[in-house]
């Protein structure tokens, strides 16, 4: 049975950071790029981060760019994402994803004051 089960996810404070943790069961993960993706209420999907199936190659949405950091560790089925300098735009259900093929549940994140 294939999971994703994100986690880390909270409210914080704009400036702040947050660590979110995707941890992956049921497929073979180092064999799948995976990326996070945030959708806020009334607005489409986006995807925010990507990371290629031996890390090696990332790419993120200009809005995030120099602030957001995705990363992966094959060795425990678990990829992250880094979130620094938070704005309360970045608020948003997260969720990471393998291929788009595989989803999470999304963990809320929420910016405010």
């Known amino acids: 049975q294939v999971q994703l089960v994100e986690s880390g996810g909270g409210l914080v404070q704009p400036g702040g950071s947050l660590r979110l943790s995707c941890a992956a069961s049921?497929?073979?993960?180092?064999?799948?790029?995976m990326s996070w993706y945030r959708q806020a209420p009334g607005q489409e999907r986006e995807r925010v981060a990507r990371?290629?199936?031996?890390?090696?190659?990332?790419d993120y949405a200009d809005s995030v760019k120099d602030r957001f950091t995705i990363s992966r560790d094959n060795a425990k089925n678990t990829v992250y994402l880094q979130m620094n300098n938070l704005r309360p735009e970045d608020t948003a259900v997260y969720y990471c994803a393998a291929n788009s093929r595989y989803w999470g549940q999304g963990t809320q994140v929420t910016v405010s004051s």
């Open positions: 049921g497929f073979t993960f180092r064999q799948y790029a």
């Open positions: 990371i290629s199936s031996a890390g090696g190659s990332t």
